[in-house]
């Protein structure tokens, strides 16, 4: 079935959306511009603006279900942007069941992120910036999601980088945060590169990036173009969405607060790769090769972030692995077409939750323990942070998938659809599930479960209020946010007419071959784990480890083949480039320069200063002048 | 006849260039550069008889009051000179140069 | 009323006043400078809200007779793309006055070598040179502008500058120089060849017509223009007379007097020569395309932050020519918005380096760090320039960048150079941002502790162009209005009559360009 006529829209709360934008928007500019004046109230502020967002997105939500499903694609013009020459943009807004998911997500998490915070920062005496750029952030991912075209994308996909640039390296003085900050950034900005182009040649087939126009014609379009765009805009989402190969910078951006690390590089941001293939589904759709690639993209992160996963002892970077490898299944699932596109946001909503709560719990965990995240000097926490403990007890099993838990819902389904399309690609995503079960466990049991191994200065205790309840929250969504979303097919009837839904949908089993192989290989991954990390004794000093231990380590040398396929060369090629300006470029210049020096000094030696010669010269030149007139005159 | 008076002239005027170029004392090379006038003087009247007009004397008249002024000038410019130098060598007039 | 005659009789006459008041007043040198330059700010803003972006190509025109026998006229006259730059220059001198109030005396290395109330009178005159060859549409009057400009420059380098002022000058003069007389040339040449006794650039259009003549005449103007904009490989005079010139002199220059460069390329080469300009083209977008990879990679590896700068201004100037040559409205438009957007971000990078400089005392970027920690009003102006150097959206550059990236696209001709291009993007987020990092991030270093952070003044510099680069990076329509009408004008003058149509024809809603 094809996805339903966009219709635009003048009233309601529909037409007032921008005010989903605006608000955080004008409290970022607020807390910026009056900068210390607000720092008594600034994190208040911040939160408030991130609920008033969230509450028209509510609202929004609610007036969208109004309509009749053919109905649901709304658009609201908002001003003339850009109107260079042939190239013409009106800026709007579309308000569809896909982006009103997101935006539910995005303000949802993104105000519980905002409350955790208040208490998180507390003691950080730049709290009023840190709401400052929360709320950039929030108004730059709904600009990226509410646009009602490419160009309106692009703005909001490079302002949450910038966001998260500002946010990375929010502690500068570290020298470790600056350059984790700029590296996500340029790296980002290599995905950008691909977008941009995307976008270009969007432009240049269709004359015009509106959704509305594009995605309503795209069958008419060549396949290569299609196969063209569709790569571009792959080679973004792998930017943002830190997939093969260009996930080098998600690891390092932990270098961040926690909250920022739930919010963008794992909740919301890091997400908008699979929204801007699912809204390019008409696209992808036209171009087979394309999707397998963004599939065979997406099965590769998936198991790669999942062994970078198993081997970090630093609990950030672990779920960051994790991360990278959900996110490879739901690029899996959106490079599958129509069949997948719901269980891609699905699984993306589920993961919001639980990997929030866990990021969230992390930063507890962190914040009790003096900022220390090796987890090889935590253990035994269970008992001291019961509310910790549980939240973050529950995002775990809705990863891993235990049923009837989020993940277990929508992580088969993913499954489902793949062994539907291609049973390679399910094995894959399957053996990947078996692989969370393990990394999962591993972080579980090493921070809560077996022997206190704290520092000696460290007393932890349980997180205040203003903590705890989104953690709360949170797992609340994690334990029940798949079943809902999965159950009956609601969610996927509900996004059809935005992506719109296959021939025959398919329907949830909870029990098939591939669910139970899936459960039984992640129970085996966590009873590895209990007996490694739990019952046995963890070393405070992590063990040399076996070739594959260095190897996920290292990042499966991902910084490595950067540095020197990338970095060096770079570095060779900018000191040569500086040098051949200095002494190539420049050289010619100043050579001339001197050589015209060179010639006057030598003629200056002509004049001598003798009155005489200048008198001989003088004869001499007056001679000839005779003797041409004679040789002249004698012709 | 008038080929007399014109070889004169050139031998004069000879004599004035080669002082000019060979002396170092301006005084001597001021009167060879007179004396490369008065050739030129000679040539003109000699012309001015042989035509039978009155141009060439008139130059001539010209070039006399010039080089008068010339004399004066020139002859102030020496005496400074050898006041501040306590020399009348051309070659150690090089204040011009550098 | 003759608004183009006053908005430079304004400056001119400041200048002279400015020039007169007593040496031991300063204060009232700068009050009265940045008085005039407001004077002028408002008179300018008064006339461009009375242009008429449907009307008349050439607006607000006066014409006096200068030298008859060589159909010589004193004639000025705006279009769109002309009112905005004279716009761009009026609002940036007033802000560059506030920068420089105790910029002129020099630093204690290299004290001044003339008057405090000098340099503000060479900042009056200047304007009213600037204001001038944006205007003139006589194209000898357009020469005699394009070398006056040099002079007050020459001067405000070679007096206020660092301590390799004169180098910097005299390479700065030369190299103009050789373009100008290169460019006196081929005036001289389309003055004769066309044979129409008048030097009118209205009556000038089309005038030659046999490609030889007209690829000598183009070859005359354009390599004037490359120096002037610089494009690679005429741009070495530009890292030195920025890194040595006072930071409101370097804004001037690389912000506005560069810019004379690629508004002449679109202005005299597109429509003087418009076979030779197609003939030329893949030429210019090859070096406009080296220009941008070639600059970025050279900034990244300096090591002085004017310097760095400057050469950033490089790879720009090689968007801007990439733009005017893509022969396309929308490149066309973008790059004419570009030379404004550049002149702003461009200028609010100098003006904080300055800040920075200033407290520092010194260039190079290894002497900073930490910045961030001890000046965080200071490091965010720096930031947010940087960021507007890299073209991040919701800032000006972004619109123009983009609309230049997607305008050369679009001709599939240049295709490849688009995609060069476009990764250009890349590289100006790592030198850009490595330089702030350099500067602002890590632990605080010794010289930066004691560093103070931005005083009233110059928070009233920054403001302004803050706001300006926010307000056209979030609305910029109001500028194309005015600069779309002219640049299609422009190109339908060069033979370009319309952008090549998208594979597709989606019957959708189309922009000004048609």
Redesign the interface.
Known sequence: MQPAEIITETGGVIGASWLMIALPAVGAAILLLFGRLTDRWGHLLGTAMSLASFAVAVLAFVELLGFDEAERRRQVMLYDFLPAGSFHVEMGLLIDPLSISFALLITGVGSLIHIYSIGYMAHDEKRRKFFAYLNLFVAAMLVLVLADNYLGLYIGWEGVGLASYLLIGFWQHKPSAATAAKKAFVVNRVGDFGLALGIFTIFTTFGTVAYKDVLANAGAAEQVTLTVIGLLLLLGACGKSAQLPLQSWLLDAMEGPTPVSALIHAATMVTAGVYLITRSGAIYEGAPTAQLVVTIVGAATLIAGAIIGCAKDDIKKALAGSTMSQIGYMVLAAGLGPIGYAFAIAHLIAHGFFKAAMFLGAGSVMHAMNDEVDMRRYGGLRTVMPITFATFGLGYLAIIGIPPLSGWFTKDSIIEAAMHVSPVLGWVAVIGAGITGFYMSRVMFMTFFGEKRWASDAHPHESPKVMTWPLILLSVGSVLGGGLLIAGGTFAEFLRPAVGAPEEPLAFHPVSVPGIVTIVLVLAGAAYAWTKYAKSPVPEVAPRGSFLTTFARRDLYGDALNESLFMRPGQWLTRLAVFFDNRGVDGIVNGLAAAIGGTSGRLRRIQTGFVRSYALSVFLGAAAVVGALLAVGSF | MTTHYLVLSALLFAIG?IG???R?NAIV?FMCVELMLNACNLAFVTFARQHGNLDGQIIAFFVMVVAAAEVVVGLAIIVTMFRTRRSAS??D??L??N | MPWLSTLMAVPAVGAVAVAAVPKRNETLAKQLTFAVSLVVLALAAVMAAQFNPGGDRLQFTETYSWIPSFGIHFALGVDGVALVLILLSALLVPIVVLASWNEAAGTPEAPAKRSVKTYFALILVLEAMMIGVFAATDVFLFYVFFEAMLIPMYFMIGSYGGAQRSYAAVKFLLYSLLGGLLMLVAVIGLYVIAGKNTFLHTELIGAITDPGVQRWLFLGFFIAFAIKAPLVPFHTWLPDSAAQAPAGAAVLLVGVLDKVGTYGMLRFCLELFPDASRFFTPLVITLAVIGIIYGAIVAIGQTDIKRLIAYTSISHFGFIAMGVFAMTTTAGAGATLYMVNHGFATGALFLVAGFLIQRRGSQYISDYGGVQKVTPVLAGSFLFACLAGTAVPGLATFVSEFTVLIGTFQNRTYLVAAVIATFGVVLSAIYMLWLYQRVAGGPPSEGVKSLGELNGREKWVMAPLIAVILALGVYPKPLFDVINPSVTQTLSIAGVTQDPEPTLNVAVQRGAGQ
């Open positions: 260039a000019v170029l060979v170092r090379v051309v070659d007039a090089n011009l140069k």
